[in-house]
């Protein structure tokens, strides 16, 4: 395929099972295209992204907000009770001096998802109103910098194994928190598996493109 200028790139994209290259054509609404080779979607069109968007953005903000106030568990052992929140599983870290583990978890725990769904709140804001083109553009860029490092699936995954461990020797009570992350974790997982970032620029594009030929 003959690439006569940069302008063109925008107008392709590359099927991440097999790499295949190819060329974006229009597709009608609640339908998907997949690729030629190995029959894996490339991209969906759906004209109700940026609402659905939108909704589940603010939905999983909030659920983050409720995991990070409440208590996540509570442990009992020998008659004596221990509430457990993810901020100060974090700073337990830096009070025990492991200062490195403790800003990787900050980041990776807290920060780094924080930023994912405010930028995705901002994002699908701006893309309803069609306004601030630039800005959109590079807030598509940071957030696919940052979503590599969201780790918040992964610990839910320690907490449950820590807790299945706990099981035989203390009596363990969920808190709020522990089932408003998992909520977090699955509309996170649900909008970087569902509302992949190649969709999110064209979504962008159709959005002020419409602007352009109002």
């Given at each position: 395929?003959?690439?006569?200028?940069?302008?063109?790139?925008?107008?392709?994209?590359?099927?991440?099972?097999?790499?295949?290259?190819?060329?974006?054509?229009?597709?009608?609404?609640?339908?998907?295209?997949?690729?030629?080779?190995?029959?894996?979607?490339?991209?969906?069109?759906?004209?109700?992204?940026?609402?659905?968007?939108?909704?589940?953005?603010?939905?999983?903000?909030?659920?983050?907000?409720?995991?990070?106030?409440?208590?996540?568990?509570?442990?009992?052992?020998?008659?004596?009770?221990?509430?457990?929140?993810?901020?100060?599983?974090?700073?337990?870290?830096?009070?025990?001096?492991?200062?490195i583990v403790g800003l990787i978890c900050i980041f990776l725990i807290f920060i780094f998802?924080?930023?994912?769904?405010?930028?995705?709140?901002?994002?699908?804001?701006?893309?309803?109103?069609?306004?601030?083109?630039?800005?959109?553009?590079?807030?598509?860029?940071?957030?696919?910098?940052?979503?590599?490092?969201?780790?918040?699936?992964i610990f839910l995954i320690s907490i449950l194994v820590a807790l299945v461990k706990l099981?035989?020797y203390a009596q363990i009570h969920m808190g709020v928190s522990f089932w408003a992350l998992?909520?977090?974790?699955?509309?996170?997982?649900?909008?970087?598996?569902?509302?992949?970032?190649?969709?999110?620029?064209?979504?962008?594009?159709?959005?002020?493109?419409?602007?352009?030929?109002?």
């Amino acid at each position: 395929m003959k690439i006569e200028n940069e302008d063109a790139l925008d107008n392709l994209i590359i099927c991440k099972q097999c790499f295949t290259l190819h060329e974006e054509v229009p597709i009608e609404d609640g339908t998907k295209a997949c690729c030629s080779e190995c029959g894996a979607i490339l991209y969906r069109y759906d004209s109700k992204l940026i609402e659905h968007g939108l909704a589940l953005s603010i939905t999983g903000f909030i659920f983050f907000v409720l995991a990070n106030l409440f208590p996540l568990v509570q442990i009992e052992i020998l008659g004596h009770e221990q509430f457990i929140t993810i901020p100060k599983t974090i700073f337990s870290l830096f009070e025990s001096e492991f200062y490195i583990v403790g800003l990787i978890c900050i980041f990776l725990i807290f920060i780094f998802p924080l930023m994912i769904f405010t930028i995705n709140i901002l994002l699908f804001i701006l893309l309803k109103m069609e306004r601030h083109e630039k800005l959109t553009k590079e807030l598509l860029i940071l957030l696919s910098h940052i979503i590599p490092w969201s780790m918040t699936d992964i610990f839910l995954i320690s907490i449950l194994v820590a807790l299945v461990k706990l099981i035989g020797y203390a009596q363990i009570h969920m808190g709020v928190s522990f089932w408003a992350l998992i909520v977090f974790v699955l509309i996170d997982l649900y909008i970087v598996k569902r509302l992949n970032l190649s969709e999110l620029w064209m979504l962008r594009k159709r959005a002020f493109a419409t602007k352009d030929e109002e």
